[in-house]
């Protein structure tokens, strides 16, 4: 069984990548993300995980022609969409790298960012050493990531809540609890942390939070993981469905100067 409440197709992930961008959310965070950056006119930064350029444009803005904007992804088709956006931007320099292996001199940036990228890295610790060797002394790194964790979906069988938030921090993300995990890490990798932001967005509807949490699609493969049963995942979904609906999680903006 379906529901017109669930998206049943994985989006795109350009497509996935936009949405969230433009949404209440996501514009709410980003912006706050930018504020800590503390960008200004000749500031060189680096957008770590850049996607499809989704936020090169503000990072332009903020350094002015006198600075410059390096996007780093790891993925071609990222970065081929990310320089199709960019096209005439000549402050903006989009490169195919990994952020395990920056192809950057030590001590050549200013700022950095990472949104929602170290959740999925292979090796966290190593990424950040890396970010710190190519920031220059007293360089500001922002990071925001989820701590999955700490997912949050009401529901009246809390056992069948676990099961979901189970799958989802065990076998969905590869590093779930990253969030609560950043100040320490880049604490380790050379970085001093003046400042965690932590930002708990709240769903009450539905089908804004499974735009972003992909409720059926992850449900359904969490039966396939042997989280759930085929019934259980019918009145997990079913009550979802019909509502009231409560979900959260917390995202953490993390602050760190090399």
Same mark, same amino acid.
């Given at each position: 069984?379906?529901?017109?409440a669930?998206?049943t197709?994985?989006?795109?992930?350009?497509?996935? #990548?936009?949405?969230?961008?433009?949404s209440? *959310?996501?514009?709410?965070?980003?912006?706050r993300? #930018?504020?800590?950056?503390?960008?200004?006119?000749?500031h060189?930064?680096?957008?770590?995980g850049c996607?499809p350029?989704?936020d090169?444009?503000? *990072?332009?803005?903020?350094?002015?022609p006198?600075g410059?904007v390096i996007?780093?992804?790891h993925?071609?088709?990222?970065?081929?969409a990310a320089?199709?956006?960019m096209?005439?931007?000549?402050?903006?320099?989009?490169?195919?790298a990994?952020?395990?292996?920056l192809?950057?001199?030590?001590?050549?940036a200013?700022?950095?960012?990472?949104d929602?990228? +170290?959740?999925?890295?292979?090796?966290?610790l190593?990424?950040?050493g $890396?970010?710190?060797?190519? *920031?220059?002394p007293?360089?500001? +790194?922002?990071m925001?990531e989820?701590?999955? $964790?700490?997912?949050?979906?009401?529901?009246p069988d809390?056992? #069948?809540?676990r099961a979901?938030?189970?799958?989802v921090a065990?076998?969905?993300?590869r590093?779930?609890?990253?969030g609560?995990q950043l100040?320490?890490l880049?604490t $380790?990798?050379?970085?001093?942390?003046?400042?965690?932001?932590?930002?708990?967005p709240v769903f009450?509807d539905?089908q804004?939070?499974?735009?972003? #949490?992909?409720?059926?699609?992850?449900?359904r493969?969490?039966?396939?993981?042997?989280?759930?049963?085929?019934d259980?995942? $019918?009145?997990? +979904?079913?009550h979802?469905?019909?509502?009231?609906?409560f979900a959260?999680v917390?995202f953490?903006?993390?602050?760190?100067?090399a």
């Open positions: 069984m379906t529901s017109s669930f998206e197709a994985k989006p795109d992930p350009v497509t996935y #990548l936009d949405r969230l961008a433009t209440d *959310l996501g514009r709410s965070y980003k912006r993300m #930018l504020d800590e950056l503390d960008l200004r006119a000749g060189r930064v680096l957008d770590l996607g350029g989704t090169l444009e503000a *990072l332009a803005a903020a350094v002015t006198a410059a996007g780093v992804d993925d071609q088709n990222m970065v081929d320089r199709a956006r096209t005439g931007r000549d402050v903006v320099d989009v490169r195919h990994d952020i395990h292996d192809p950057m001199p030590d001590h050549s200013d700022r950095a960012r990472t929602r990228v +170290l959740q999925h890295v292979a090796d966290p190593a990424a950040l $890396e970010i710190c060797r190519v *920031l220059r007293g360089g500001r +790194l922002v925001g989820p701590d999955w $964790e700490t997912l949050a979906v009401d529901h809390s056992d #069948l809540t979901y938030t189970r799958h065990e076998q969905v993300v590093n779930a609890a990253i609560r100040p320490r880049a $380790e990798s050379g970085f001093t942390v003046p400042t965690v932001i932590p930002v708990t009450r539905v804004a939070a499974d735009k972003i #949490l992909g409720l059926e699609r992850t449900s493969r969490a039966v396939e993981a042997d989280y759930f049963t085929d259980a995942v $019918e009145a997990w +979904l079913s979802l469905r019909q509502g009231p609906f959260a917390t953490y903006i993390v602050v760190a100067e």
